[in-house]
C-alpha cells in the first residue's frame, strides 16, 4: 500500500524553480513532522527539510533560502517550493513522514537542473 505519493520533478535549466507535492494516505497526518529529503547516486540520502505539525520547520544549510517547506493538514499533503535551481540540486526527491517510531517513504521523484 503507497502511503506517500511525490510529484513535481523533472528536467529544469538552472536559475528555474520546482514545487514537488507529497499527498499522504495516512491517518492523524497532523501529528507527523513531514520532511523531503534527497540522494545522489552513491551518496547517502541527506535531508532538505521538515516540518512540523504546527509549522515549525527546519532546512539543511545549502537550502541557502531559496526552499520553501509547507504543509497543508486538511489535504494532508506537504510540499517544497524550489527556486534558484543549481545543477548541485539534481537528485531523487523523496518525500519522509515521521512519528516516534514510524517512518515512512515515498517512491521519489527526480529532479534534474541542467543548461
Known amino acids: 500500500q503507497v502511503q506517500l505519493v511525490e510529484s513535481g520533478g523533472g528536467l529544469v535549466q538552472p536559475g528555474s524553480s520546482l514545487r514537488l507535492s507529497c499527498e499522504a494516505a495516512?491517518?492523524?497526518?497532523?501529528?507527523?513532522?513531514m520532511g523531503w529529503y534527497r540522494q545522489v547516486p552513491g551518496k547517502q540520502r541527506e535531508l532538505v527539510a521538515h516540518?512540523?505539525?504546527?509549522?515549525?520547520?527546519l532546512y539543511a544549510p545549502f537550502v541557502k533560502g531559496r526552499f520553501t517547506i509547507s504543509r497543508d493538514n486538511e489535504k494532508r499533503s506537504v510540499y517544497l517550493q524550489m527556486n534558484s535551481l543549481e545543477p548541485g540540486d539534481t537528485a531523487v526527491y523523496y518525500c519522509?513522514?515521521?512519528?516516534?517510531?514510524?517512518?515512512?517513504w515515498g517512491q521519489g521523484t527526480p529532479v534534474t537542473v541542467s543548461s
Open positions: 516540518i512540523t505539525g504546527s509549522g515549525s520547520t
Open positions: 495516512i491517518s492523524d497526518f497532523r501529528l507527523y513532522v
Open positions: 519522509n513522514a515521521h512519528l516516534v517510531d514510524v517512518n515512512l
